[in-house]
């Protein structure tokens, strides 16, 4: 083992190409300026500024950057050197000149494990214009030892500089460390360390990077990046520079600009250590995967757990979006969960457990009670429409003391957690059937009645003997066919305003109350939209097909469709 004391070694700082992932790549020019300016005087040695990929419609300056815009920044500032990444996939080489026209020193290329090759024949190229070139490989925790032993051979006869092994999941301990660094020295190339902060040791791994002897790590300001982030680049500065005997290092500069940038910029762009970041660490899968999870605003530690032991299972090299959405389609994370071997909660074990609500209130009309906007908006008239028809009240997750419905229903978890204390004390609770009991009885002492739903794998509505089989992915929708096998004459539905539309687009406020847990992003908003539209359309013409009345959605609702005013309802009350 060599010693940090001894060696001498080289720091890269990567803020603006991995914080890029957080803000698409978007950062202010002057941020960018500064940034350069402050840690060429820090002892930072290179400063990769952004990716240099085919440009990608919606994307920021910094995921293509430029050469105007890098000789621009750098006609001013010296004493450092500034470097580039692209992703395997997405070089083209017409982007980049000769090096003796190009302030940048060195291209490092990004690569799975499946695609080494490809990367090492895009460094040959990019050497001969006369750049250093470094390969990235990502993802080193999935590298088996055949992996190594491929690649031993096409890399060591390879004209790359730099070889970076990247704990891309944060899942290394600083016992590993040492171990990676044994396979890739026979290789005889400078070897780098990429750390990222799932378990919170990528201080710890790369103070032992550098003990075993690597020749360039990484860090970021702040630790600006993708999931948990990176290794804070002040963190090491400010180590380095109180440990070792030589005066290279500089923690000032760093540390100047989180006092002006970096603080506000972590406040609004919100990186760091979570528990879903972290357990996917544990897990060894991409960070992504608990990104989308975060997204959904779904799912308890419970969910996620069982999603990253699939994951983790199918071994997929790096993020595979097909991979989650046939998990969260399947229904696999809101099973019925009652068995102990999910594989067993089965149709067929439902179809023996009709529910005991089936048939109760036959021939009454029924109002769902949903969160939207609307529901507040339009209480006054919600509250007449009760009085006229009199039916059967069904709400869901918070009512805010708006209404205090005959069942109050939840299907989600962390909902049920932060809002069971405020259901009425004369409302009968619905809850999933996918709730353990034991998990229940944690938060509430009512009494309840599990709602009898299969989340199952097909996209086809249909009720059997009084077991719903859907993947309702919102409570209004479950509540709706609770309301069926309750033997619904009419059903209403109130608050359900949608997502598709302009004020959810300006607002992103979907609830008539604000929730922490509210999803923030529209692109998933779109979706679930969308899969509620599709689930309302089955249910209405399962309706139909069964001599009913289809849905009435009775307030403002981009399930325009379904639209039928509350306004016309209470009028043709009063003229009957």
Same mark, same amino acid.
């Given at each position: 083992?060599?010693?940090?004391?001894?060696?001498?070694?080289? &720091?890269?700082?990567?803020? /603006? =190409?991995?914080?890029?992932?957080?803000?698409?790549?978007?950062?202010?020019?002057?941020?960018?300026?500064?940034?350069?300016?402050?840690?060429?005087?820090? %002892?930072?040695?290179?400063?990769?500024? %952004? @990716?240099?990929?085919?440009?990608?419609?919606?994307?920021?300056?910094?995921?293509?950057?430029?050469?105007?815009?890098?000789?621009?920044?750098?006609?001013?500032?010296?004493? &450092?050197?500034?470097?580039?990444?692209?992703?395997?996939?997405?070089?083209?080489?017409?982007?980049?000149?000769?090096?003796?026209?190009?302030?940048?020193?060195?291209?490092?290329?990004?690569?799975?494990?499946?695609?080494?090759?490809?990367?090492?024949?895009?460094?040959?190229?990019?050497?001969?214009?006369?750049?250093?070139?470094?390969?990235?490989?990502?993802?080193?925790? %999935?590298?088996?030892?055949?992996? @190594?032993?491929?690649?031993?051979?096409?890399?060591?006869?390879?004209?790359?500089?730099? *070889?970076?092994?990247?704990?891309?999941?944060?899942?290394?301990?600083?016992?590993?460390? !040492?171990?990676? /660094?044994?396979?890739?020295?026979?290789?005889?190339?400078?070897?780098?360390?990429?750390?990222?902060?799932?378990?919170?040791?990528?201080?710890?791994?790369?103070?032992?990077?550098?003990?075993?002897?690597?020749?360039?790590?990484?860090?970021?300001?702040?630790?600006?990046? =993708?999931?948990?982030?990176?290794?804070?680049?002040?963190?090491?500065?400010?180590?380095?520079?109180?440990?070792?005997?030589?005066?290279?290092?500089?923690?000032?500069?760093?540390?100047?600009?989180? #006092?002006?940038?970096?603080?506000?910029?972590?406040?609004?762009?919100?990186?760091?250590?979570?528990?879903?970041?972290?357990?996917?660490? /544990?897990?060894?899968?991409?960070?992504?995967? $608990?990104?989308?999870?975060?997204?959904?605003?779904?799912?308890?530690? #419970?969910?996620?757990?069982?999603?990253?032991?699939?994951?983790? %299972? *199918?071994?997929?090299?790096?993020?595979?979006?097909?991979?989650?959405?046939?998990?969260?389609?399947?229904?696999?994370?809101?099973?019925?969960?009652?068995?102990?071997?999910?594989?067993?909660?089965?149709?067929?074990?439902?179809?023996?457990?009709?529910?005991?609500? =089936?048939?109760?209130?036959?021939?009454?009309?029924?109002?769902?009670?949903?969160?939207?906007?609307?529901?507040?908006?339009?209480?006054?008239?919600?509250?007449?429409?009760?009085?006229?028809?009199?039916?059967?009240?069904?709400?869901?997750?918070?009512?805010?003391? *708006?209404?205090?419905?005959?069942?109050? $229903?939840?299907?989600?978890?962390?909902?049920?957690?932060?809002?069971?204390?405020?259901? #009425?004390? #004369?409302?009968?609770?619905?809850?999933?059937?996918?709730?353990?009991?034991?998990?229940?009885?944690?938060?509430?002492?009512?009494? +309840?009645?599990?709602?009898?739903?299969?989340?199952?794998?097909?996209?086809?509505? =249909?009720? !059997?003997?009084?077991?719903?089989?859907?993947?309702?992915?919102?409570?209004?929708?479950?509540?709706? $066919?609770?309301?069926?096998?309750?033997?619904?004459?009419?059903?209403?539905? $109130?608050?359900?305003?949608?997502?598709?539309?302009?004020?959810?687009?300006?607002?992103?406020?979907?609830?008539?109350?604000?929730?922490?847990?509210?999803?923030?992003?529209?692109?998933?908003?779109?979706?679930?939209?969308?899969?509620?539209?599709?689930?309302?359309?089955?249910?209405?013409?399962?309706?139909? !097909?069964?001599?009913?009345?289809?849905?009435?959605?009775?307030?403002?609702?981009?399930?325009?469709?379904?639209?039928?005013?509350? +306004?016309?309802?209470?009028?043709?009350?009063?003229?009957?």
């Amino acid at each position: 083992m060599s010693d940090i004391k001894t060696h001498a070694f080289e &720091i890269l700082d990567c803020t /603006i =190409r991995d914080g890029g992932y957080l803000n698409n790549w978007d950062f202010d020019r002057k941020v960018v300026k500064e940034l350069c300016r402050n840690l060429s005087r820090t %002892g930072v040695d290179i400063i990769e500024i %952004g @990716f240099r990929n085919k440009p990608k419609a919606g994307t920021g300056l910094w995921y293509s950057v430029p050469e105007d815009v890098i000789n621009d920044l750098f006609k001013d500032v010296s004493g &450092i050197k500034v470097s580039l990444m692209v992703d395997c996939d997405k070089c083209d080489l017409s982007l980049i000149p000769q090096s003796k026209h190009s302030f940048v020193n060195m291209y490092r290329v990004a690569c799975h494990k499946d695609k080494i090759l490809e990367a090492i024949d895009i460094c040959r190229k990019i050497k001969k214009r006369g750049y250093e070139v470094s390969i990235q490989l990502m993802g080193i925790v %999935g590298y088996t030892e055949e992996d @190594f032993s491929f690649i031993k051979k096409p890399i060591s006869e390879s004209s790359i500089d730099y *070889l970076y092994f990247a704990d891309s999941y944060g899942s290394l301990f600083p016992r590993d460390i !040492e171990r990676y /660094i044994e396979k890739l020295k026979p290789l005889n190339k400078k070897i780098g360390f990429h750390a990222h902060n799932s378990l919170q040791l990528a201080f710890a791994n790369t103070l032992e990077a550098l003990n075993c002897g690597v020749d360039i790590v990484d860090g970021t300001v702040c630790g600006m990046g =993708r999931g948990s982030g990176n290794l804070p680049m002040e963190v090491l500065i400010i180590y380095l520079e109180k440990t070792l005997s030589r005066k290279k290092y500089n923690s000032m500069p760093v540390l100047d600009l989180i #006092d002006r940038y970096f603080i506000d910029l972590k406040n609004k762009l919100k990186w760091g250590y979570s528990l879903p970041y972290m357990l996917s660490g /544990i897990f060894e899968v991409h960070p992504s995967y $608990a990104k989308q999870l975060i997204d959904y605003h779904e799912y308890n530690v #419970d969910d996620m757990v069982k999603v990253f032991e699939v994951v983790k %299972g *199918l071994a997929p090299v790096g993020f595979k979006k097909d991979i989650m959405d046939k998990i969260i389609s399947s229904g696999f994370v809101s099973s019925f969960g009652k068995s102990e071997n999910p594989d067993h909660d089965t149709e067929d074990n439902l179809r023996i457990q009709p529910p005991l609500y =089936r048939n109760r209130h036959e021939g009454k009309d029924f109002l769902i009670l949903a969160n939207g906007p609307s529901l507040k908006e339009h209480k006054k008239e919600i509250d007449e429409f009760i009085e006229k028809y009199n039916p059967v009240v069904m709400g869901a997750n918070y009512l805010g003391g *708006l209404f205090k419905p005959h069942y109050h $229903a939840f299907s989600n978890k962390k909902r049920f957690i932060n809002y069971v204390e405020h259901v #009425d004390v #004369d409302s009968k609770l619905l809850i999933s059937g996918s709730f353990e009991d034991d998990f229940i009885k944690d938060y509430t002492n009512m009494e +309840y009645e599990s709602i009898a739903h299969f989340s199952g794998t097909s996209d086809n509505f =249909r009720i !059997e003997d009084g077991v719903i089989n859907s993947n309702c992915r919102t409570v209004s929708i479950l509540l709706t $066919a609770v309301a069926i096998v309750m033997g619904a004459k009419r059903i209403f539905i $109130a608050g359900m305003d949608g997502y598709k539309s302009k004020e959810h687009f300006l607002s992103k406020n979907v609830h008539f109350y604000k929730e922490s847990e509210e999803a923030d992003n529209f692109k998933l908003l779109i979706e679930k939209h969308n899969w509620n539209e599709k689930l309302l359309s089955q249910i209405n013409s399962f309706l139909i !097909e069964n001599n009913k009345e289809g849905l009435h959605i009775i307030t403002p609702s981009s399930h325009s469709y379904f639209y039928s005013s509350i +306004y016309n309802w209470i009028k043709q009350y009063d003229k009957v």
